[in-house]
């Protein structure tokens, strides 16, 4: 029923720049927070960013405030991330993610459904 299907992953060099996106169906997208999360290889899934129902608060993580900024539209049913100053750090699998309430809090457990993922690669 639900569906987020992220896409605008790839590679990238140190410094540079890339826009994800996530298209989601099967719901009443503007009564739900959504985020964004990242797991590396190896590492625990972890909260990047999230957004509230009406795109009007929004919270970014310390590791990634200042470069990176999510937004959605509604009338769209779409959720973005624009990442800037990308570093090898930022290597990851990157979720699109919907929140159980109009909220959009950094536990995984808050979430109710997740897509499949996009991949990022930052190296030289």
């Known amino acids: 029923q639900v569906q987020l299907v992220e896409s605008g992953g790839g590679w990238v060099q140190p410094g540079g720049s890339l826009r994800l996106s996530c298209a989601a169906s099967g719901l009443t997208f503007s009564n739900f927070g959504m985020a964004w999360f990242r797991q590396g290889a190896g590492t625990e899934r972890e909260f990047v960013a999230g957004?509230?129902?009406?795109?009007?608060?929004?919270s970014h993580s310390n590791a990634v405030k200042g470069r990176f900024t999510i937004s959605r539209d509604n009338a769209k049913n779409m959720l973005y991330l624009q990442m800037n100053s990308l570093k090898s750090d930022d290597t990851a699998v990157y979720y699109c993610a919907v929140s159980g309430s109009r909220f959009a809090r950094d536990s995984t457990s808050e979430y109710a459904y997740w897509g499949q993922g996009t991949q990022v690669t930052v190296s030289s």
């Open positions: 957004i509230n129902w009406r795109g009007i608060i929004s």
